[in-house]
């Protein structure tokens, strides 16, 4: 679907409600939220000013505008080391007119301007427990850090007639942020260290980020 977009913002819990509010404010019919924890070293976390604090993760859907994305990182303080960081997915169909117009109900505000991708969203589903064993592959390939989320699989049988492994019900999804030059190599290492012959049995897929606020302090780091 042109001009519609997943926005995904991760800030401490204690911030969860004041991001939720103002995207509400901005139009958004519906705000999911996602309680999770950070993944980043204490390194990672010195150098953005972030504690090891429990997180949340915002999904919602909006019609992809630029502008929209520059106001969020002023008006909730995105440039400001540990606020939090918020991310754009394309979304490629609605099913229905009714619920595209429940979910994405501001098509004025939508901005079409292509913008070159410099980053990607990696995505590991990996049995619970499994996340350092995930992060530490993710980060010997270049990783900064990640946001984990508690999930609950389903289709099990189905899995172990194909893949001939039986997967654990007990999920986490890790969300890694990565530069696009980086996300080959730190899936490879995910898939080798952590992926369906380990313990952890981790799945991976990436997803292209077409905006982006929040990185600016790491994006200034050199290497």
Known sequence: ??????????????????????????????????????????????????????????????????????????????????????????????????????????????????KESTHELIVVITNRGHTDQVMDAARSAGAAGGTSIHAKGTGTELAKKFFGVSLAAEKEMVFILARGEDRKPIMKAVMAQAGMGTEAQSVVFSLQVTDLAGLRRLEDEPG
């Not at 929209?68 to 909730?76: D, F, I, Q, S």
Request: proline fraction near 4%; include cysteine; charge should be negative.
């Open 1 to 114: 679907m042109a001009g519609a977009v997943l926005i995904i913002a991760i800030t401490d819990r204690s911030r969860g409600g004041d991001f939720t509010a103002w995207f509400q404010a901005q139009g958004a019919s519906l705000v999911l939220a996602a309680l999770g924890r950070g993944t980043a070293t204490t390194e990672i976390l010195d150098c953005l000013g972030l504690e090891a604090t429990e997180k949340v993760v915002l999904i919602l859907a909006a019609p992809r505008s630029s502008r929209l994305v520059r106001r969020a990182e002023r008006e909730l303080w995105l440039d400001v080391p540990g606020r939090g960081i918020l991310m754009t997915v394309p979304i490629s169909s609605v099913g229905g007119a009714r619920a595209r117009d429940y979910l994405l109900p501001r098509q004025g505000e939508e901005d079409d301007m292509e």
